[in-house]
Nanobody, 126 residues
Framework: VQLQASGGGLVQAGGSWRLSCTAS????????MGWFRQAPGEEHEFVAA????????VYADSVKGRFTISRDIGKNTVYLTMNSLKPEDTAVYHC????????????????????WGQGTLVTVSS
């Protein structure tokens, strides 16, 4: 599976933004799609994930209630809608795909995702 993330940009604190990630290739083998982010000098941080077929979602506590992950199966695209953005949300956002079923406990683990997009930068100004 190849992933292409897009939509990064500069947004003011308190604003909203949406990222997209389009999958191509063996998309039928995808079980979970996730978003991770990496701030400068930091490790990859789990943000949100969605079960590709069933649509169930999991969120990091830091974004719960502010971010929404969704998918359009027909377009092979997953979205991350971000509301009430904070400067600490500034990071490079990566989408990732897992080709196996993951439990809720497994979903935040980066090395369980086989395919990764190139990342898109979101900068939140204060």
């Amino acid at each position: 599976v190849q992933l292409q993330a897009s939509g990064g940009g500069l947004v003011q604190a308190g604003g909203s933004w949406r990222l997209s990630c389009t999958a191509s290739g063996r998309t039928f083998s995808t079980f979970v799609m996730g978003w991770f982010r990496q701030a400068p000098g930091e490790e990859h941080e789990f943000v949100a994930a969605i079960n590709w077929s069933g649509g169930s979602t999991v969120y990091a506590d830091s974004v719960k209630g502010r971010f929404t992950i969704s998918r359009d199966i027909g377009k092979n695209t997953v979205y991350l809608t971000m509301n009430s953005l904070k400067p600490e949300d500034t990071a490079v956002y990566h989408c990732a795909a897992a080709r196996r079923p993951l439990t809720s406990q497994m979903i935040p683990t980066t090395n369980l995702y086989e395919s990764w997009g190139q990342g898109t930068l979101v900068t939140v100004s204060s």
